[in-house]
Nanobody, 116 residues
Framework: QVQLVESGGGLAQPGGSLRLSCVASGFTFSRYPMTWARQAPGKGLEWVSKICSVGSDTYYADSVKGRFTVSRENTKNTLFLQMNSLKPEDTALYYC?????????RGQGTQVTVSS
């Protein structure tokens, strides 16, 4: 079955950085575009970044453009999200999602908290 396991979250100070990882199994990872999505307390799920199956095309929500970078290593079935210049409003539970958009199969998420 599809399994997605996120890691790398934690507490960061404003202006700091974190790198999230997502290890996929149960499907042919290299054939699927992938999405990072997040859900802040009291808010809905929103997509943050998307990447095509081979990694050549990437997309970002306006709120993170220029600060976050998505990448993937298909030989290791792993998706990454490098987050720089973190802001308190980036605080959320971050998920990796199979496919484009926030509504596909996803993992349990990893918590990111940005606070001084």
């Amino acid at each position: 079955q599809v399994q997605l396991v996120e890691s790398g979250g934690g507490l960061a100070q404003p202006g700091g950085s974190l790198r999230l990882s997502c290890v996929a199994s149960g499907f042919t990872f290299s054939r699927y575009p992938m999405t990072w999505a997040r859900q802040a307390p009291g808010k809905g799920l929103e997509w943050v970044s998307k990447i095509c199956s081979v990694g050549s095309d990437t997309y970002y929500a306006d709120s993170v453009k220029g600060r976050f970078t998505v990448s993937r290593e298909n030989t290791k079935n792993t998706l990454f999200l490098q987050m720089n210049s973190l802001k308190p409003e980036d605080t959320a539970l971050y998920y990796c999602v199979r496919g484009l958009g926030a509504l596909g199969a996803r993992g349990q998420g990893t918590q990111v908290t940005v606070s001084s």
